[in-house]
């Protein structure tokens, strides 16, 4: 189905928080979950698949374990949000032409709006790569090179993030909407219902302040 | 010869510690930068057309109507659904599921397939689905007691009881009026480059303009198939006295925390506004002329306005009192010379209370459209990558933000129950935000994120054993839960008025103050709170109807006229 990118956005953001991520993480994995659906990228499908698989996990296990060396998660797979969220917080390593090295990224295309935030700031293009597959982008676009069709990937054993060069074909740009399959909307719902607080007598009657009548 | 060295210090905007606190926010008012007053200046400047290409409805107001405005570039139309609503089923809770009358606002001119799609999805409101022609979703209610006697009196051929008018104001309220993205509706993102979208909500307003129209017409239309040749045309006066209502719930007061580089940019806008017309050395006689016209206008407008609610009565009692010392103050005055601008809001700032300091704030700006209604081009929020966090700054710069903008918050006990007795959280009926009580309810665990000062506390203490020269990034991988603290600590430091500096949780927190704030900056006047949570407007009363705008340059109808019921 067609979707406002605001709507999607506040949508991943919900799920995101019911599978137990912080607001300011959730707010992130909104934010990227919308880049890659105005891309018409499997962003929806994928969060949905990584909130399944991390259900519940706490940050610290799922999360670099240090910022020098190869970026890993103590035990496991990284979580693309966390990965993602401390490669953008730490961009201007980029600049220094120091490739940040992830070692066991659960669905690396999540980690790519994160890429694309780091390249908006530092004003220059920045490459994500794990296997064979390449993908450069200038914060709004993209160049993707990607022979195996691996972007949709569960888990790659490493992923790279560089400096990425500039491009002489135009770049693939963002729509204004997103297509959201009605399965993984209603599976992203069953997170979200989780921050909802489930409806009672007092809450509908002093929760949202009713008592003087509607009608004049 | 000695060089004359006296210099006069230039008056900066109002600090954020004295704006951004609740009571002050909550005492604001409409002013020339207010969302509706934008929209008609652009429509009279544009000459803006309209037209009414359907309008068919039965004796019980059941049918549809579009309404089209022309701008220069485009068109918008207003499709319009009427209804039959039972009275039983009438209410303006978000957990309504029927209404008098729903609304779209259509990007262009609905075709009939458009509107044969729109009949079966906009009645139904949250429950239908809309796509990215469609720009807003709205829904309306009537005063039954008002439209009742409005199509009876016209229906026996007499004009309707101009008090009776002035004690509710509106014919029909909206109760939500959904834009940007909602329901499928198209996102601000992709209209936002258009000239007469660039400031905030234009379109959310145009769609209420045009719905008053619709409303004016359509009480004529019953009363006139009611009375049939007795009935009468209801006087242009009386007509242009209505607006029409708005209910508004707690739904808008997450809204400012959640756009605070918007909400900075409102503010900011105002203040900036304040500032420059402060600093004016000198008055001229035509200026002063508008500034007590409106003045005088501004005594009937705290007259006329009503409401029940014993703090909105206590509030009204000092406003009236106020505007009337501020009156008899400007009387005898310089308003002329030395800086007289600041000369007067200093004496206010002495001698009266918020609400009339905030209303003369507003005031000041009437005689200088020149001099600011541009600063409604700064409005929006144009820098959407606002939310990246900067990883490099070194804890200590992160606790000297804290320190200025939090440092309300740092010297408050939240450990203390009556400073966190309530938590923001969203039902599942309709997603509809509540405010519920800490302790005596089981929402902890749905909590929104609308407590900045208290989570500023937490980060800060958190930060207490953190070495000074550590870097963020560092500090956000082990401590994702101050993710969100951090953003929003940057972005107040760049943006001053971002943050409410006030208990958003406290026991003794009056939600209708954040309201307030909101709908004074679309330019509501006449907040009558219903309950300390949700609060009724009047949107657009004494404005100028469609046809009536180009007779209407002054900008000034947010203020009544001096002979009630139409100048």
Redesign the interface.
């Known amino acids: 189905m067609s979707h406002s990118l605001n709507e999607i956005e506040a949508h991943a953001k919900r799920a995101a928080r019911g599978a137990g991520l912080s607001w300011g993480m959730s707010e992130e994995a909104g934010k990227a979950t919308r880049w890659l659906a105005s891309h018409d990228l499997a962003g929806p499908a994928l969060l949905s698949a990584v909130l399944t698989q991390n259900d519940g996990l706490p940050h610290a296990q799922v999360a670099p374990a240090a910022l020098n060396g190869a970026w890993r998660a103590p035990a496991g797979d990284l979580c693309p949000f966390a990965a993602g969220v401390t490669l953008n917080d730490c961009a201007d390593r980029l600049a220094a032409d120091r490739a940040v090295e992830m070692v066991n990224v659960s669905y690396p295309l999540l980690v790519l709006p994160f890429a694309a935030w780091a390249s908006m700031h530092l004003k220059r293009p920045v490459r994500l790569a794990w296997q064979d597959l390449r993908i450069d982008t200038d914060g709004d676009g993209i160049w993707l090179e990607d022979p195996e069709s691996r972007i949709n990937t569960e888990k790659a054993a490493m992923v790279i993030c560089e400096i990425g060069t500039t491009h002489e074909n135009p770049a693939r740009r963002p729509g204004k909407r997103g297509t959201v399959s009605t399965d993984i909307w209603e599976r992203l719902n069953t997170f979200a219902k989780r921050t909802y607080a489930p409806a009672t007598e007092a809450s509908r009657l002093l929760g949202a302040g009713a008592g003087a009548t509607d009608n004049d | 010869m000695k060089q004359q060295t006296e210099t006069i210090q230039t008056i900066a905007k109002r600090d954020p510690a004295l704006v951004m606190r609740l009571s002050r926010l909550g005492s604001f008012h409409q002013s020339r930068l207010s969302f509706m007053r934008i929209l008609t200046r652009r429509m009279i400047r544009e000459n803006w057309r309209f037209s009414r290409p359907i309008f068919e409805f039965d004796d019980k107001g059941v049918g549809q109507a579009v309404y089209c405005a022309h701008t220069p570039d485009r068109i918008y139309s207003l499709i319009a659904f009427g209804h039959d609503l039972p ?1 039983e089923a ?6 309504a599921e029927a209404w008098d009358s729903t609304f779209t606002l259509f990007d262009g001119v609905p075709s009939e397939a458009d509107i044969a799609r729109l009949r079966q999805n906009i009645p139904l409101q949250e429950a239908g689905r809309v ?2 022609k469609e720009l807003s979703v709205s829904r309306a ?1 009537r ?4 439209w009742d006697h409005v199509v009876s009196s016209l229906a026996a051929g007499k004009q309707p009881d101009q008090n009776q008018i002035n004690k ?1 104001g509106y014919l029909m309220r909206t109760t939500a009026v959904y834009g ?3 329901l ?7 209209i936002a480059d258009r000239p007469e979208c660039s400031a905030p909500f234009q379109i959310e307003m145009l769609s209420v303009f045009l719905t008053r129209t619709y409303v004016r017409d359509l009480v004529q239309h019953l009363a006139t198939l009611k009375g049939g040749d007795r009935a009468a045309k209801l006087d242009p006066g009386i007509a242009r006295s209505m607006g029409i209502g708005n ?1 508004t ?2 739904g808008m007061a997450p809204f400012l925390v959640n756009h605070p580089m918007l909400f900075n940019n409102w503010i900011a806008a105002r203040e900036e506004a304040i500032a420059t017309v402060r600093n004016l050395p000198s008055a001229t006689g035509a200026a002063v002329a508008v500034f007590r016209s409106l003045l005088g206008r501004s005594l009937v407008s705290a007259d006329i306005w009503h409401s ?1 609610h014993p703090i909105q009565i206590e509030k009204l009692k000092q406003l009236r009192s106020d505007l009337g010392r501020l009156n008899a103050h400007v009387e005898r005055a310089d308003l002329q010379n030395a800086r007289p601008w600041d000369r007067l809001y200093r004496w206010a700032e002495a001698e009266l209370g918020e609400d009339a300091q905030e209303c003369l704030a507003s005031l000041m700006l009437e005689p200088y459209g020149p001099l600011v209604d541009h600063l409604a081009d700064q409005m929006s929020d144009g820098k959407p ?1 606002a ?6 700054q070194p804890v200590a710069d992160l606790r000297a933000i804290l320190e200025r903008a939090y440092g309300w918050a740092l010297q408050i006990n939240w450990d203390e129950k009556e400073q966190c007795a309530r938590a923001w ?5 309709k ?6 009580e800490r302790f005596e ?3 902890a665990p ?1 909590e929104q ?1 609308l407590a900045p000062g208290r989570d500023a506390a937490a980060l800060y203490a958190a930060l207490r054993d953190v070495d000074s020269d550590a870097s ?3 500090f ?3 401590h ?8 929003r600590a940057q972005i107040v430091d760049r943006a001053p008025y971002a943050e409410i500096r006030d208990n958003t949780i406290g026991s003794d927190l009056v ?1 209708i103050d954040m309201l307030r704030c909101k709908l004074a900056f679309f330019g509501a006047t006449h907040f009558d709170p ?5 609060v009724r407007i009047c949107m657009f009363g004494n404005a100028p109807y469609p046809e009536e705008l180009q007779q209407n340059q002054d900008d000034d109808w947010s203020y009544p006229p001096l002979v009630k019921g139409g100048k």
């Open positions: 009275a009438r209410s303006d809770r978000v957990i796509t990215e209610n005063s039954v007691r008002l509710v940007s993205g909602k499928g509706a198209a996102d601000r993102e992709m209910s719930g707690l029940e990558g939310f990246r966090i900067d990883g490099t959280y969203v039902s599942e009926e997603l509809e935000p509540r405010l519920g309810e089981p929402i749905y994120p963020l990034a560092a956000l991988l082990a994702p839960e101050h993710r969100h603290t951090v953003r939600p219903r309950s300390d949570r949700w």
